[in-house]
Nanobody, 120 residues
Framework: QVQLVESGGGLVQPGGSLRLSCAASGSIFSINAMGWYRQAPGKQRELVADITNSGNTNYVDSVKGRFTISRDNAKNTVYLQMNSLKPEDTAVYYC??????????????WGQGTQVTVSS
């Protein structure tokens, strides 16, 4: 079994910064892409950013230039540095990892979510 544990959410004022972390553990042979998604009340979950195991990144337009995704492959951890936060960034943020298990199957795993609230 594989677990993803997120941390780093909270309440921040507009213009502030937060850093989210997501650590994967368990029966992991390797991890392919890792990513961050978010879901605001009444809206569908959307991709915020993802990163391949070789470091290629992809961002939704609304966060380009403000958010940075990175990963530490040795720690099976992905990060999301969020700067210049706006009220519209308020959402529950989820990490996702595409994991290759020891039986060589690829499975997507999700974290439990962490609340980010941007408000004055």
């Amino acid at each position: 079994q594989v677990q993803l544990v997120e941390s780093g959410g909270g309440l921040v004022q507009p213009g502030g910064s937060l850093r989210l972390s997501c650590a994967a553990s368990g029966s992991i042979f390797s991890i392919n892409a890792m990513g961050w998604y978010r879901q605001a009340p009444g809206k569908q979950r959307e991709l915020v950013a993802d990163i391949t195991n070789s470091g290629n990144t992809n961002y939704v337009d609304s966060v380009k230039g403000r958010f940075t995704i990175s990963r530490d492959n040795a720690k099976n951890t992905v990060y999301l540095q969020m700067n210049s936060l706006k009220p519209e960034d308020t959402a529950v943020y989820y990490c996702k990892a595409n994991v290759r298990l020891y039986n060589l199957r690829k499975v997507d795993y999700w974290g439990q979510g962490t609340q980010v609230t941007v408000s004055s």
